[in-house]
């Protein structure tokens, strides 16, 4: 359960050590049963921490034009662990001439959210829309190997820097056809998703790959179904699909409705993940924010939420109203209501798996102490929390055994080495007790803390 972290070269057995260490569990069980009640510090304060500790990413779209309002990057840094580029990785900004490809906007978020710890989701590679004008007016063969290209080229560029794409982007009809949207796409010939889907994963074996789409959300909606039967036929055939975005974006001509849960399950029993990637609600209604929140936090394969901007003036939609902040950057009652959601949310209901069977490890010594406690445990994941003392600026070292991967963090700014095992967790002004998420990817050895070195 607990790991001693520094110079404790005392043998851990005979009587009065096995005391000891059964008085240190039950105290540390005692922390731990407190540390996750609703309201205290280690429950999460901010979207991105409480969302992590559930396993999931807070995150929102991000605008290069506004990180340098200082009002924005304050509320992105503090708030939020994940961010999708609003329109800087779009086919018009990333390829605006054939051939000739432009990343710095892109960049610039993906630099920004990666030196602090948060992670990428890319937006989006294959899109009928905001196409530059070479592409708008090409046709047939040529666009198919256009596209191509441009997936290729984009999902290689930012390797090793997005956690998952939106390789295709809303090429299903509105209304009750079910059919395949009229673009110059989709004139290629029906296989152009599927082969969009496998020149992305060929660029980047390591990024998730999902289709991405709106009005998604109503179970019983023909659009909806459309896609659910694209997926089954991808997965059944071997097509590299590994998610589903749902856009959800909830106005009064296309409300939340309840059976969104039904649909975020369905999904995920296709043996697809499900995300929520552009969530934002008509007036903001606090209960249906905290619905959507629950929704995902009850489907175990739904990975996190994105909002579709932080504050109201920086929504698509700003008339409406539509997001956790004001246009002066406070806090509204739906970002309450998602806080308390993300903190007593439904614990889902994995399989159990093998508890670590490594044991507790003794690192060498340092300036302070850093103690590892197992948390929250699913069926391809687990949490783990790490608490700090005898410094409060810090610095402590993770490593976790691969093909094990760390997929999220909180309280902490995280930096890595070559192989992305070793994590170097600094300390943040979040307090002394930080936290990451583990992926097994089938090994569920304990991470062990390397040295804690007060700064
Ligand atoms: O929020 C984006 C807005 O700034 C752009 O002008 C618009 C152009 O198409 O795209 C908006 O984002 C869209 C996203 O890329 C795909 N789903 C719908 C979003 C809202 O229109």
Not at 27 to 55: D, H, N, R
Not at 98 to 112: K, L, P, T
Request: glycine share 8%; net charge neutral.
């Amino acid at each position: 359960m607990t790991e001693r972290c520094q110079g404790d070269t005392r043998p851990r057995t005979g009587p009065r050590a096995r005391t000891a260490i059964v008085l240190a569990a039950a105290a540390l069980l005692a922390a731990t049963s407190v540390a996750f009640l609703p309201g205290t510090a280690s429950a999460g304060t901010t979207l991105g921490a409480s969302a992590a500790e559930k396993g999931r990413y807070f995150g929102t779209a991000v605008a290069a034009s506004r990180l340098s309002d200082g009002n924005y990057t304050t509320i992105l840094n503090r708030e939020f662990n994940s961010v999708t580029p609003e329109n800087e990785m779009k086919i018009d900004a990333t390829e605006p001439q054939q051939g000739r490809f432009s990343y710095g906007a892109a960049e610039q978020i993906v630099n920004h959210a990666r030196s602090r710890g948060m992670s990428v989701r890319g937006h989006t590679l294959a899109w009928h829309s905001q196409q530059p004008s070479w592409m708008e007016s090409m046709s047939g063969s040529a666009l198919r190997s256009a596209m191509l290209n441009h997936v290729t080229q984009v999902a290689t560029h930012f390797r090793g820097q997005v956690v998952a794409w939106d390789v295709v982007n809303e090429a299903f009809e509105d209304g009750t056809s079910g059919a395949r949207r009229n673009s110059n796409l989709q004139r290629t010939g029906n296989d152009w998703i599927e082969a969009a889907f496998r020149a992305a994963r060929a660029a980047d074996p390591g990024a998730k790959l999902c289709y991405n789409d709106y009005n998604t959300d109503n179970w019983t909606h023909a659009k909806t179904q459309a896609v659910y039967n694209m997926v089954r036929d991808f997965k059944s055939r071997g097509v590299p699909i590994d998610c589903v975005g749902f856009q959800s974006h909830f106005n009064n001509d296309s409300p939340y409705v309840s059976n969104y849960r039904t649909t975020l399950s369905s999904f995920a029993a296709l043996g697809v993940d499900v995300q929520v990637t552009e969530l934002d609600i008509q007036g903001a209604p606090a209960a249906t924010y905290r619905s959507v929140v629950e929704d995902c936090l009850a489907v175990a394969r739904c990975n996190g939420v994105t909002v579709w901007g932080i504050r109201d003036s920086d929504s698509w939609r700003a008339s409406q109203t539509p997001l956790l902040f004001n246009s002066s950057g406070q806090k509204k009652a739906a970002y309450d209501a998602v806080l308390a959601a993300l903190n007593n949310g439904t614990t889902p209901t994995d399989p159990p798996t093998t508890p670590p069977t490594t044991p507790p490890t003794t690192p060498p010594s340092g300036s302070c102490t850093a103690t590892l406690q197992d948390s929250t445990r699913w069926g391809d994941r687990f949490n783990s929390q790490v608490t700090v003392s005898g410094a409060s600026n810090w610095t402590v070292v993770v490593a976790v055994t691969p093909p094990q991967k760390v997929s999220n963090t909180w309280n902490g700014t995280p930096t890595w080495d070559s192989s992305g095992n070793v994590m170097t967790m600094r300390s943040n002004g979040s307090g002394n007790v930080f936290g990451f998420t583990t992926m097994a990817n089938g090994t569920w050895t304990r991470p062990v803390v390397r040295s804690c070195t007060a700064s």
